[in-house]
């Protein structure tokens, strides 16, 4: 069993939808972090949370909104998806927070995205 | 910049073979953490193993083990006693420590291992 919970397992959606993607960890990590995986490519990074703040933001779209309501929890907000941001998005947290750390990230089952 | 590569795109292996798996990467940081993770089709990255570069000791957890030669910057994954359960993409990471390095894992592209009966 995952210690990173995320809901749901698979979305579809259309191209004008508005949806939410939630991530969940109660082991007490201080980071966490969003990745979007394409088929057979490795994970890329989207956004990492520290402290509830986010401290990395890798260029993503504005159609993507991170929001950390707590240290648990860990959303991302869809909004005028396009086809190409079909994937896998992975939520991971970790215990370290300092930069360069040599903690694990602990990764979820991930939700498969489908845009139509 | 880092960069981390992994040659072998696929590989196959039969069950209780021993298969090797290899990284290298590129780095100007003395101090930095590696790691290989699995994700099998059910798709959750799980971690594998991770070295501490400060660390001489090549680190193993069971069937998997390391050989970390720094002078190289080479991080190979050998298994041994290979399961069918072993099936899955492995992905060797880096991450750097020290503030100007950001935190994100680095990821090579991946091999794809199949252990067959």
């Known amino acids: 069993d995952t210690e990173v919970t995320q809901t749901p397992k698979h979305l579809v959606m259309g191209m004008t939808n508005k949806k939410s993607l939630k991530c969940e960890q109660h082991?007490?990590?201080?980071?966490m972090y969003w990745y979007k995986q394409k088929a057979k490519k490795p994970p890329e990074l989207m956004f990492v949370?520290?402290?509830?703040?986010?401290?990395i933001n890798e260029s993503v779209p504005s159609r993507f909104s991170p929001e950390c309501p707590n240290s648990s929890l860990l959303n991302l907000h869809l909004h005028a998806l396009q086809p190409e941001d079909s994937a896998l998005y992975l939520c991971a947290s970790s215990p370290g927070t300092r930069v360069g750390s040599n903690q694990p990230q602990h990764f979820g089952d991930g939700t498969r995205l489908s845009i139509l | 910049a880092q960069t981390v590569t992994q040659s072998q795109p696929e590989m196959s292996v039969q069950e209780a073979e021993t298969v090797t798996l290899s990284c290298t990467y590129d780095t100007s940081e003395s101090n930095y953490y590696l790691f290989w993770y699995k994700q099998p089709p059910s798709r959750q990255m799980i971690l594998v193993i991770r070295q501490e570069a400060y660390k001489q000791q090549n680190a193993t957890e069971n069937r998997f083990s390391v050989n970390f030669q720094k002078a190289a910057k080479s991080f190979s994954l050998k298994i041994s006693d290979s399961q069918l359960g072993d099936t899955a993409m492995y992905f060797c990471?880096?991450?750097?420590?020290?503030?100007?390095?950001?935190?994100?894992?680095?990821f090579g592209k991946g091999t794809s291992l199949l252990v067959t009966p």
């Open positions: 082991m007490g990590h201080r980071a």
């Open positions: 990471a880096f991450v750097a420590a020290g503030s100007n390095s950001g935190y994100a894992l680095n």
């Open positions: 949370y520290s402290y509830e703040k986010l401290s």
